[in-house]
């Protein structure tokens, strides 16, 4: 709070508070990395893994740092199909980070919505809307991802519309609480007093304050979506074939790790369990620097 009122924005607080924790830095330098090289994937990736015309299948099941008949080596392996597990993790890379990343911001528009509707109605329209998110936040979000998905079928829409309906009531809900503790603070009673309408004293004025916790859920929940977007993948029902997510990589991997050859499904494995992690820890990082009383 101290820093804010010496005029120090948001990205700079965040920013300083991140280089403070050598771990939060060390894993937000992996974040970076990673999305970097999921943008970039076209361009690192030695092969195209899902272009039929690069794949040769005499190099089917290689292991690690094993040369193709085609003269590439294969640092990673090849897996059934004779794909580069390099590029093939690449690939799912850039897909498991779009959907989450995609999922993540529609649910935190959806939710602030309707938990600013909910703070700013109130009466029946606020206690519909918390009810509902009450009904939501009471089911696991893979049992609700699962039958969306099986109602409506495979494929990346479907896949970022189930993680959206599962994810919108955590913002909903504290957009709310926290647009309940703003209205009553003498900003919002000197704005109402001007007679600035209610709608615009939520949006412009309440709606900002609202930013430090929806970042810090926005995080959270970004990796709770790679996570369950990995997860219906590895059930197979969550993206098809033809789009492949570190989840779908581990699936078709684990079925022959017990024939030895793990490094289909070890590899893409622990690149999804360092991309969750590193998230995680700056979100958790976020938490404490935009909580003044956590910060203290």
């Given at each position: 709070m101290t820093a804010l009122l010496k005029g120090e924005s948001m990205g700079a607080r965040i920013a300083r508070g991140l280089l403070a924790s050598p771990k939060a830095t060390l894993a937000a330098l992996v974040c970076l990395t990673l999305i970097l090289a999921a943008v970039l994937a076209p361009v690192i990736a030695p092969q195209n893994p899902y272009d039929l015309g690069e794949i040769d299948f005499f190099d089917a099941k290689l292991p690690p740092m094993s040369e193709g008949y085609t003269g590439?080596?294969?640092?990673?392996?090849?897996?059934?199909?004779?794909?580069?597990?390099?590029?093939a993790m690449l690939y799912g890379l850039r897909t498991s980070l779009a959907v989450g990343v995609i999922a993540g911001v529609l649910a935190m528009l959806v939710g602030t919505a309707l938990g600013l509707l909910a703070a700013y109605r109130g009466g029946l329209i606020d206690t519909l809307i918390m009810r509902f998110v009450d009904l939501m936040l009471g089911f696991p979000t893979i049992l609700v991802a699962l039958m969306i998905l099986?109602?409506?079928?495979?494929?990346?829409?479907?896949?970022?519309?189930?993680?959206?309906?599962?994810q919108w009531a955590y913002f909903a809900r504290a957009v709310r609480a926290t647009a309940l503790v703003e209205s009553?603070?003498?900003?919002?009673?000197?704005?109402?007093?001007?007679?600035?309408?209610?709608?615009?004293?939520?949006?412009?004025?309440?709606?900002?304050?609202?930013?430090?916790?929806?970042?810090?859920?926005?995080?959270?929940?970004v990796a709770s979506a790679i996570?369950?977007?990995?997860?219906?993948?590895?059930?197979?029902?969550?993206?098809?074939?033809?789009?492949?997510?570190?989840g779908l990589l581990i699936s078709n991997g684990y079925q022959v790790m017990l024939?030895?050859?793990y490094w289909m499904s070890v590899y893409p494995g622990l690149l999804l369990l360092v991309l969750v992690f590193s998230v995680n820890i700056v979100g958790d990082r976020l938490r404490v620097i935009l909580n003044p009383r956590l910060a203290q």
């Amino acid at each position: 709070m101290t820093a804010l009122l010496k005029g120090e924005s948001m990205g700079a607080r965040i920013a300083r508070g991140l280089l403070a924790s050598p771990k939060a830095t060390l894993a937000a330098l992996v974040c970076l990395t990673l999305i970097l090289a999921a943008v970039l994937a076209p361009v690192i990736a030695p092969q195209n893994p899902y272009d039929l015309g690069e794949i040769d299948f005499f190099d089917a099941k290689l292991p690690p740092m094993s040369e193709g008949y085609t003269g590439l080596t294969y640092i990673l392996g090849t897996d059934g199909q004779g794909r580069d597990m390099f590029s093939a993790m690449l690939y799912g890379l850039r897909t498991s980070l779009a959907v989450g990343v995609i999922a993540g911001v529609l649910a935190m528009l959806v939710g602030t919505a309707l938990g600013l509707l909910a703070a700013y109605r109130g009466g029946l329209i606020d206690t519909l809307i918390m009810r509902f998110v009450d009904l939501m936040l009471g089911f696991p979000t893979i049992l609700v991802a699962l039958m969306i998905l099986v109602v409506f079928g495979q494929g990346v829409d479907k896949v970022i519309l189930a993680l959206v309906f599962v994810q919108w009531a955590y913002f909903a809900r504290a957009v709310r609480a926290t647009a309940l503790v703003e209205s009553g603070k003498e900003y919002a009673e000197a704005a109402r007093c001007l007679g600035i309408p209610a709608w615009r004293i939520m949006g412009g004025h309440i709606l900002p304050n609202c930013l430090p916790p929806l970042i810090v859920i926005a995080t959270i929940q970004v990796a709770s979506a790679i996570a369950a977007e990995a997860t219906l993948s590895f059930l197979g029902i969550g993206l098809p074939i033809t789009e492949p997510s570190l989840g779908l990589l581990i699936s078709n991997g684990y079925q022959v790790m017990l024939a030895g050859l793990y490094w289909m499904s070890v590899y893409p494995g622990l690149l999804l369990l360092v991309l969750v992690f590193s998230v995680n820890i700056v979100g958790d990082r976020l938490r404490v620097i935009l909580n003044p009383r956590l910060a203290q």
